[in-house]
T-cell receptor, first 109, second 116 residues
Framework: GQNIDQPTEMTATEGAIVQINCTYQ??????LFWYQQHAGEAPTFLSY??LDGLEEKGRFSSFLSRSKGYSYLLLKELQMKDSASYLC??????????WGAGTKLIIKP | GAVVSQHPSRVICKSGTSVKIECRSL??????MFWYRQFPKQSLMLMAT?????????EQGVEKDKFLINHASLTLSTLTVTSAHPEDSSFYIC????????????FGPGTRLTVT
């Protein structure tokens, strides 16, 4: 079966760095997405990785290792507004998005 | 660019009635739109994939006669929840794929449905 694993919840301190991991087992791979979702709102796109390596975009970076079926989202200089759920999703061989359950990130002052 | 709207944002209806939710891509054409349902503290669950001009493809366990999807144009898809029941209360989110090769989905703001 297809499976996306990410931690249920993480806590970090304002100004610090946090890494949210995602491991996947899917039928085929056509890229991995990270989305941010604030409570009661729809997801917003953060990043897309299809090749191995690190993609940096401002305070957010995303890493992919296809051989390990592993990705992480790195958030630097955490701000209170970064408190949200972070969803990992993989595009499988049928170009269907397989969603993880999301990681709720709590930022403390 | 790539803005998707949904209407209404919130709706409360009585059990047994039907509710229509609209999803529009405002500044791009979307051959494919997706409908998701999200229960509290859970991830998105794909309900169906909607292709313009053809019948929607429903995920296993989703009743196509209960959740009617119409993708009449390249910018509009509608989801009608027929004979709604309290267990249909959920957050319904649509997304649209502009088909630019990235397969990125742009999400609408969601519709909170409460069935009383």
């Amino acid at each position: 079966g297809q499976n996306i694993d990410q931690p249920t919840e993480m806590t970090a301190t304002e100004g610090a760095i946090v890494q949210i991991n995602c491991t996947y087992q899917t039928s085929g791979f056509n890229g991995l997405f990270w989305y941010q979702q604030h409570a009661g709102e729809a997801p917003t796109f953060l990043s897309y990785n299809v090749l191995d390596g690190l993609e940096e975009k401002g305070r957010f970076s995303s890493f992919l290792s296809r051989s390990k079926g592993y990705s992480y989202l790195l958030l630097k200089e955490l701000q209170m507004k970064d408190s949200a759920s972070y969803l990992c999703a993989v595009l499988d061989s049928n170009y269907q998005l397989i969603w993880g359950a999301g990681t709720k990130l709590i930022i403390k002052p | 660019g790539a803005v998707v709207s949904q209407h209404p944002s919130r709706v409360i209806c009585k059990s047994g009635t039907s509710v229509k939710i609209e999803c529009r891509s405002l500044d791009f054409q979307a051959t494919t739109m997706f409908w998701y349902r999200q229960f509290p503290k859970q991830s998105l669950m794909l309900m169906a994939t909607s292709n313009e001009g053809s019948k929607a493809t429903y995920e296993q366990g989703v009743e196509k006669d209960k959740f009617l999807i119409n993708h009449a144009s390249l910018t509009l898809s509608t989801l009608t929840v027929t004979s709604a029941h309290p267990e249909d209360s959920s957050f319904y989110i649509c997304s649209a794929d502009p088909g630019q090769g990235l397969s990125q989905q742009y999400f609408g703001p969601g519709t909170r449905l409460t069935v009383t």
